[in-house]
T-cell receptor, first 111, second 115 residues
């Protein structure tokens, strides 16, 4: 089954509102990656988090890795219509080199 | 301009037929992967290859086969044994053979419909 649980499955916001998606695991993660897939497109790598408690920012996007390395979040400030798409987290377990993806959060933005 | 090319974009087959999906990369990446995407299911790993002439089963390998005779190419065959073959298939590559340590670069995907 899925190693990483991602919530929510869907999120609809008004343009300008904030958005957050969460990724949770019952086991400690070595690192975590985030991808974005536009409608009809393919996943595109956004970022990788490795260290406990790590926080990284890309313009309006803030990525966090939990202190216990069991959860992660992606927060978008003041959403824009260009943010529409599905956001996936992906992770591997310590010695398992299979990269497993969460089911994704589909974000829609009402202009 | 480097990248991953999947062809065709859309593929239609009759039930009981084998079909091969093409994936070519000119990024000089060692590792290549095949994922299947179904609505609401995220991406599930079918097969991956860390190096030429070697490949490993992913989480849903049953009914699929692959080959890695060249570094640039990693074709996926969907056999008649795959019970639910209709899906969106994504090929990816990365610089190292350990996924999760380097970003995956994805192709545009092949949407397979079997009737």
């Amino acid at each position: 089954g899925q190693q990483v649980m991602q919530i929510p499955q869907y999120q609809h916001v008004q343009e300008g509102e904030d958005f957050t998606t969460y990724c949770n695991s019952s086991t400690t993660l070595s690192n975590i990656q985030w991808y974005k897939q536009r409608p009809g497109g393919h996943p595109v790598f956004l970022i990788q988090l490795v260290k406990s408690g790590e926080v990284k920012k890309q313009k309006r996007l803030t990525f966090q890795f939990g202190e216990a390395k069991k959860n992660s979040s992606l927060h978008i400030t003041a959403t824009q219509t260009t943010d529409v798409g599905t956001y996936f987290c992906a992770a591997i377990r310590g010695s398992n080199y299979k990269l497993t993806f969460g089911k994704g959060t589909l974000l829609t933005v009402n202009p | 301009d480097g990248g991953i090319t999947q062809s065709p974009k859309y593929l239609f087959r009759k039930e009981g037929q084998n079909v091969t999906l093409s994936c070519e990369q000119n990024l000089n990446h060692d590792a290549m992967y095949w994922y299947r995407q179904d609505p609401g299911q995220g991406l599930r790993l079918i097969y991956y290859s860390q190096i030429v002439n070697d490949f490993q089963k992913g989480d849903i390998a049953e009914g699929y086969s692959v080959s890695r005779e060249k570094k640039e190419s990693f074709p996926l065959t969907v056999t008649s044994a795959q019970k639910n073959p209709t899906a969106f298939y994504l090929c990816a590559s990365s610089t190292t053979g350990a996924p999760g340590n380097s970003p995956l670069h994805f192709g545009n995907g092949t949407r397979l419909t079997v009737t």
